[in-house]
């Protein structure tokens, strides 16, 4: 299998659709946690930092799903090392936001992003595993079947 | 263009003549070629006929078409909805925009989380058989909505 032209293009087009939505959704929230908090502006460094978090985190979305780097690897791998590198990456960037540090008081806010985290990938692989392994056993059957009845015809 | 039979050879013989060797003439010569299940491929300069069986899967890649057998990878000459028309009752069938799969070398089938079906090939490769051609393969195969 090799690459085309068409799956670079379509990487680049899935970064600028991404990057365009994240940071559109970040603004919204953003404008209304100051609207919230009776805060008349949003600072211009919360802006930059929120386009970097935007483009770091649709990057490693781009990288895990679009057809470029891993074009063969199985949706549940490839969603393993999404949740892993996506975690690492908030939790750095939380860290030098400010958002998380090494106190207390925000302890349970880190275990509850870990736990939701955890949650969704537990989910995932249940999915998986349970749903789709059966799906499995009925698709390679019928391909048997369909083999099995051009050999003999 | 006029066909005639002459039943003089011995052998079974067919020869175009024509004005320019053009696309057309080329297009006719193939699907004489595929008559036989034999399609002509390149690969480094030399011209190989390979029987249709021995075909994993045929790929277009930026308006090249490429054959790949078992441990092989040719270029051909065709493009690919010229490959889905003539191969379609010898078990071939397109996954995708850019491939068309031989059936009878896929090893094992399976549904994934975003809607996909990873096709297994016999040698190990892995093909991904996109979210429009699921419900053609699903009729191909006689498998049941819902399934």
Known sequence: ????????????IWLRNGIAFCVTWLLILGILICLINGIEYVPLSALNKMFLFACGGVLIFCIWFSPLPFKKMRFMGRLSGFFASFALYELVSFFLSGLFT??????????????????????????????????????TEKLREYQ???EGE | MRICIHEQSKELQIDIYCKRKDDYVMRLKRHLELFEHKLCAKKGGETFYIEASDVYYFETVDDRTFLYTANDVFEIGMRLYEIDSSLEEFGFMRISKSVIVNLNRVHSLRPQLNRTVMATMQNGERLIVSRSYIKRLRNVLKIQEGK
């Open chain 1, 102 to 139: 090494l106190s207390e008081t925000t302890l349970p806010l880190m275990a509850a992003f870990i736990g939701i985290m955890l949650v969704l990938y537990i989910m995932c692989i249940l999915i998986d595993k349970y749903v789709y392994a059966k799906q499995d056993v009925i698709y």
């Open chain 1, 148 to 150: 099995r009845k051009r």
């Open chain 1, 1 to 12: 299998m090799r690459y085309s032209k068409g799956d670079i293009k379509l990487f680049f």
